[in-house]
């Protein structure tokens, strides 16, 4: 299974979750909309469910007992803190923040972990998808109140890579029903920001090497394919602006790729 080293995802997970506290903290308008129904608030409330993250660390199982479930556990961390304002929140996720990375740091990047649906991650998969979570729900905020959003390139390819264990979870059975094909995922910048999703009859598998031949090659902007895998952005800007490009045998399948998966 796919790990990375795990300083190098901390390191992504604490950047963003300080840019995220920080924005989150000066937020005039906490009841503009984000994301989905979800207002700023709620997106800040969101987060202060790392801290089972924490627990997942130490061998709790998660509250959720199946990628299904995670929207009603969701649901419910918005729920449980309704009375604190954003400023309150910023210093909540903070904390939450604080206490998973510290565990974190006990743990190697190949250490498996427990996640949801009693699903066995790397413990460096786990520190990307928070990682994740920071930049992009920022990104969800930062919108919402006009504000700029800088992601940084390294962060998002750590992200990404970090992701992969996760990605055969989040494929969307109907969206990618019966598909055989093979992708060579590049992020720029970076030679090693690199990856294979391979599809057999609608199935993924995120193989270490890369295949001799693949069906679609794809070179991407790092921000531009984190907010994409993340379903936040459409291709089409993208590709106009030259941020994500497709080649190979079959490149009409990379203009496919988003709606094979589920929203994370």
Do not use: K
């Not at 987060?47 to 995670?70: E, H, N």
């Amino acid at each position: 299974m796919l790990t990375l080293d795990q300083d190098r995802v901390i390191a992504a997970a604490d950047r963003g979750a300080r840019q995220f506290c920080e924005l989150l903290g000066t937020a005039g308008d906490p009841d503009a909309r984000a994301i989905g129904t979800w207002r700023v608030r709620d997106v800040g409330a969101h987060l202060t469910g790392v801290s089972a993250y924490t627990a997942m660390l130490r061998g709790v199982p998660s509250p959720a007992r199946s990628i299904d479930g995670i929207a009603g556990w969701n649901a419910s961390n918005v729920a449980a803190v309704a009375d604190l304002d954003c400023a309150g929140l910023a210093a909540r996720v903070a904390d939450a923040y604080g206490e998973f990375l510290a565990e974190a740091r006990r743990h190697p990047g190949d250490d498996l972990v427990g996640w949801h649906g009693g699903l066995q991650l790397p413990s460096s998969a786990l520190c990307a998808v928070l990682a994740g979570e920071a930049y992009v729900h920022g990104w969800d905020i930062a919108r919402a109140l006009g504000r700029s959003w800088p992601l940084d390139p390294g962060d998002m390819r750590t992200t990404f890579l970090g992701l992969l264990p996760v990605l055969p979870h989040y494929v969307d059975p109907e969206g990618a029903d019966g598909l055989t094909a093979t992708f060579d995922i590049r992020l720029r910048g970076d030679p090693d920001a690199r990856a294979t999703l391979a599809f057999t009859d609608g199935r993924l598998s995120v193989p270490e090497s890369s295949p001799d031949r693949v069906d679609c090659r794809i070179s991407s902007d790092p921000a531009a394919f984190v907010l994409i895998t993340y379903g936040r952005t459409g291709l089409l800007r993208p590709v106009l602006a030259g941020r994500i490009l497709a080649t190979g045998r079959r490149p009409w399948l990379g203009l496919t790729l988003p709606r094979r998966f589920r929203r994370p």
